[in-house]
């Protein structure tokens, strides 16, 4: 069994966070490290505002993870009935769950919504009860949810930093991250396949870019939920109501790039043998990580407390697991630096 050896990275500098506000047109806006919620900039994050389709994130990761995307959902007439931007569903369809999330998040159906709503909630206040229960499970603290669309009902609002941890946490979900990231899919309706596009064009624009949602309503402006994998490291960026916001989202994550820092993270350590021609080993890892906070690092070495011979050198004898924030980042390999024969007494 493994052993922890040892622990604590510690470093002697502090990098601060700088708050960037630059041009950006959004009355709100937040990046976040999708990995560890660190907040790498911020305006008005935590103003409650319309949040127009990236409403669709909540219910589809709700979708997603019913453990029903294979299902196949008979469309009724009450999911159809609706306005806005549609999938183009007609009472009697049959469509998956699966295809209904890419209704979703590509094209932004709102008849896709509706019938996902109703499927997973039987009803539209069933299911905004359950939007309502995962966004306080995520700890979504200013966000009210109302209508599985988006559009604008009641008191149907969130923020920039609520919508910021909602996409960290969806971005989880294998099923989410694959759907949010095409530039275009092919549903199949009544066995008939049609081929769907993503209004998101910073997955275009963006090589690194992998989602997520856009929305737009009279009262809520242009809203825009996108996220990147930059240097092994996923930034999520929300703007709501942001007339520039393609532009926004493109030089909020430059700024946000440079606050990371490249950190080579390795170590040697000697662990005892026992049968071999040496009494100890030499033993290593090395890791590279991009973090903003130095400071911030830890490291756990996981490994045998002792080695039977033979060794070879390359063997992995432990795991070395990277934390920031007390969140794992990876986890690498201990392997053997050198070499140890078994060694065979003479017989008296």
């Known amino acids: 069994m493994f052993k922890l050896l040892s622990f604590v990275f510690a470093f ?6 700088n708050v960037y506000a630059g041009n950006c ?13 660190e907040i790498l900039f911020q ?23 019913s453990g029903k995307m ?29 295809d209904l999330v890419a209704g979703m998040l590509l094209p932004s159906g709102n008849d896709a919504a ?6 997973l909630g039987g009803s539209f206040e069933a299911f905004a009860e359950m939007m309502n229960e995962k966004a306080a499970q995520i700890g979504m603290k200013n966000s009210l949810f109302v209508t599985p669309s988006g559009l604008d009902e009641g008191e149907h609002h969130s923020t920039a930093y609520d919508m910021a941890l909602l996409t960290s946490y969806a971005l989880n979900n294998k099923y989410f ?18 081929t769907i596009y993503n209004h998101n064009r910073l997955l275009s624009m963006l090589d690194d870019c992998i989602g997520v949602k856009t929305g737009f309503t009279d009262k809520a402006g242009r809203c825009l939920v996108s996220a ?6 996923k930034m999520v960026c929300v703007t709501l109501n942001a007339p520039d916001d393609w532009n926004d989202h493109i030089n909020l994550y430059s700024e946000c790039e440079s606050k990371y820092n490249a950190v080579n993270l390795k170590d040697m350590l000697k662990i005892d043998v026992v049968g071999g021609n040496k009494n100890s080993i030499t033993v290593s890892y090395s890791a590279d990580v991009y973090v903003v906070d130095k400071n911030k690092i830890t490291v756990e070495l996981y490994a045998f407390p002792f080695l039977y011979s033979p060794v070879k050198e390359g ?34």
Not at 25 to 37: C, H, K, L, R, W
Not at 50 to 61: D, V
């Open 43 to 65: 305006k008005n994050s935590i103003e409650k505002r319309s949040i127009a389709s990236t409403t669709k994130i909540m219910s589809s990761i709700i979708a997603c993870e």
């Open 12 to 17: 002697l500098f502090i990098f601060p966070i």
């Open 70 to 98: 294979d299902e196949t959902v008979e469309i009724t007439f009450e999911m159809v009935n609706t306005y806005g931007t549609l999938l183009g569903l007609r009472e009697g369809d049959k469509i998956t769950l699966y």
């Open 228 to 233: 990147v994998n930059r240097n092994g490291r």
């Open 114 to 119: 509706n019938a996902a709503a109703l499927y």
């Open 315 to 348: 063997d992995e004898i432990g795991k070395a697991v990277i934390k920031y924030k007390e969140k794992e980042l990876k986890s690498v390999p201990i392997t053997a630096d050198e070499n140890v024969e078994y060694y065979y007494a003479e017989q008296e």
């Open 177 to 194: 991250s694959e759907i949010c990231s095409m530039k275009k899919y092919e549903v199949s309706i009544n066995g008939e396949k049609q």
């Open 25 to 37: 047109s959004a009355s709100s806006a937040v990046v976040m490290d999708a990995d560890t919620n």
